[in-house]
Every structure is written in structure tokens, then in C-alpha cells.
């Protein structure tokens, strides 16, 4: 049973169109992250919810909007995509927004811009 | 401004060996560290974490070791399997910040 899972796993889609990346976890944690990992493999971290409430938004372009419909979810919404939002997202989730809460990471969402 | 280095991008040793996986950081006010492994197409699962109040923790074949005056942490692993082969992350966290920052990993192969 999936702990954290991410859909869709590719995708691949032209510059300039929207889409969406779905989150949930099951594990009952407080804390949901996103984070882009580039070509030069860098996790970095973009939007953190705890409780449904944002606390940590990196400095990300407006086209990128989160949205937490409840502790379980966080869904990412990317608008008019460029070549360089070209990377692999990741969703993670963990107990609290504690340093020593480790995160537990979904598998990626491979995203390739045409 | 990358706070957080692994100087070697791969490694590789035998089966059996010790594996001495690197990490250095530049911010003094991180004072939590983790470790994540990574194989491919999976997401990184959280391995072993160390508070800077300690300079050693343990946890079977794995310790982390951090010398704070030198902002160094290294993760051991001892003795190496084939199946620890995958890429390792350290990440590094102050107390309350609520997010980590990772370093880009190190690719580590054990041969049999």
C-alpha cells in the first residue's frame, strides 16, 4: 500500500499548455512538500502546507500554484509551462514541520516540456 | 549559493568494505542531519538522522559521524552489499526552519 503516491508518474506535454500534479499520502501527516529536481540533480524544495496552511513558498514563479483540499492532498497546478519547468517533481509528506521529522517521498512526476 | 556539498559524485568499493559517503555544509544554523538513499525511478527513503548535540549515531550497518567545527557529517556503511548501490543524499535542517536543504548526491555501487 502506497504511502505517498503521485499521479500522473510521466508527463509530457507543449509550452504554454497547464496541467496538474495530484499527491496524496496515507501515512496521517501533518506536513506536505514539493520539491523540482533538475538536471543537476538538486532536490529543491518549493512549497511546504502544514495543516492546509502554506508555511515555506520558495522563491517559485507565480505559474506554479499549490493546493492543499485537505492534510492528505497537495496538488500541484502549473501554468503556461516553459522548457525549463522541464524536471522531475517530487511530493513528500512528514509528521510535522519538525527538522527532525523525517519526510517520506512519492516516486516523482518525470515532466517533459516539448 | 549551494549550503549544502557532496564532493564526490560517485563512489564505488567492494562488497564487504566500507562505504565513507561525504557531505560539508556552510550554515552554521543548521543543526539537524539526515540521510536519504535513492534508487532509480523511486523516490529518496529517509536512512538515518544525527542533531547536532551528538557526533555520532548509529543504526546497524550505518553511522553518520558530524564534526561540527569542521561542518562535516559522513555516513558509514559497514560491511557494503550490493543492494546498498543507489544515490545518497544528505540533507540539513535548522531546528525550526521547516524545510531541508540537500546536497546532489553521490552515486554509490557496490561490486560483488
Known amino acids: 500500500d502506497t504511502a505517498v503516491s503521485q499521479t500522473p508518474k510521466y508527463l509530457v506535454t507543449q509550452m504554454g499548455n497547464d496541467k496538474s500534479i495530484k499527491c496524496e499520502q496515507n501515512?496521517?501527516?501533518?506536513?506536505m512538500y514539493w520539491y523540482k529536481q533538475d538536471s543537476k540533480k538538486f532536490l529543491k524544495i518549493m512549497f511546504s502546507y502544514n495543516n492546509k496552511e502554506l508555511i515555506i513558498n520558495e522563491t517559485v514563479p507565480n505559474r506554479f500554484s499549490p493546493k492543499s483540499p485537505d492534510k492528505a492532498h497537495l496538488n500541484l497546478h502549473i501554468n503556461s509551462l516553459e522548457l525549463g519547468d522541464s524536471a522531475v517533481y517530487f511530493c513528500?509528506?512528514?509528521?510535522?514541520?519538525?527538522?527532525?521529522?523525517?519526510?517520506?517521498f512519492g516516486d516523482g512526476t518525470r515532466l517533459s516540456i516539448l | 549559493d549551494q549550503q549544502v556539498k557532496q564532493n564526490s559524485p560517485s563512489l564505488s568499493v567492494q562488497e564487504g568494505r566500507i562505504s565513507i559517503l561525504n557531505c560539508d555544509y556552510t550554515n552554521s544554523m543548521f543543526d539537524y542531519f539526515l540521510w536519504y538513499k535513492k534508487y532509480p525511478a523511486e523516490g529518496p527513503t529517509f536512512l538515518i538522522s544525527?542533531?547536532?548535540?551528538?557526533d555520532k549515531n548509529e543504526d546497524g550497518r550505518f553511522t553518520v559521524f558530524l564534526n561540527k567545527s569542521a561542518k562535516h557529517l559522513s555516513l558509514h556503511i559497514v560491511p557494503s552489499q550490493p543492494g546498498d548501490s543507489a544515490v545518497y543524499f544528505c540533507a540539513a535542517s535548522g531546528w525550526n526552519a521547516g524545510k531541508s536543504t540537500f546536497g546532489d548526491g553521490t552515486t554509490l555501487t557496490v561490486k560483488p
Open positions: 501515512l496521517g501527516h501533518d506536513t
Open positions: 544525527i542533531s547536532s548535540i551528538k
Open positions: 513528500a509528506s512528514s509528521q510535522g514541520a519538525g527538522a527532525d521529522q523525517p519526510q517520506h
